[in-house]
C-alpha cells in the first residue's frame, strides 16, 4: 500500500515563502509520477506541480515563476518550494501520486494521497 505523507505547511504574509515535502511508502514499481494539488474551501482541487509520466515538470499557470518542485534522487519523494506567496495561495496542499497519468492535473487520474498540509498567506 503506497503511503504518501505531506510536511511543511504553515502560515506565512504574503511575498513570503514556504517549503513542501512528500515521502512516500510502501510503492514497488519503478517509477511513478509524483505532483501537488490544492484545495481551497469551497472551490475544486486543482493541480499545482508535477513530474509528469515523461519525468518532466508540470507547473499550473498561476504559479508558474513561483514555485518549483523537486523530486531527491531515489524519486520516492518530492518538494515544492514556494516563494512570492499570494493570499489565493491559501488552500489545503495534497501530495498525490501514481504509477502513469495522461492528465498531470486531474485529480481522477492519481490513485495515491497524502492527508493535506493547510498552507495560509495573510495580506
Known amino acids: 500500500q503506497v503511503q504518501l505523507m505531506e510536511s511543511g505547511g504553515g502560515s506565512v504574509q504574503a511575498g513570503g515563502s514556504l517549503r513542501l515535502s512528500c515521502a512516500a511508502s510502501?510503492?514497488?514499481?519503478?517509477?511513478?509520477?509524483m505532483g501537488w494539488f490544492r484545495q481551497a474551501p469551497g472551490k475544486e482541487r486543482e493541480g499545482v506541480a508535477t513530474f509528469d509520466s515523461d519525468g518532466d515538470t508540470r507547473y499550473a499557470d498561476s504559479v508558474k515563476g513561483r514555485f518549483t518542485i523537486s523530486q531527491d534522487n531515489t524519486k520516492s519523494a518530492v518538494s515544492l518550494q514556494m516563494i512570492s506567496l499570494k493570499p489565493e495561495d491559501t488552500a489545503m496542499y495534497y501530495c498525490?501520486?501514481?504509477?502513469?497519468?495522461?492528465?498531470?492535473?486531474?485529480?481522477?487520474?492519481?490513485?495515491?494521497w497524502g492527508q493535506g498540509t493547510q498552507v495560509t498567506v495573510s495580506s
Open positions: 510502501g510503492y514497488t514499481g519503478s517509477r511513478y509520477c
Open positions: 498525490a501520486a501514481n504509477s502513469f497519468v495522461t492528465r498531470w492535473n486531474q485529480p481522477s487520474d492519481y490513485d495515491y
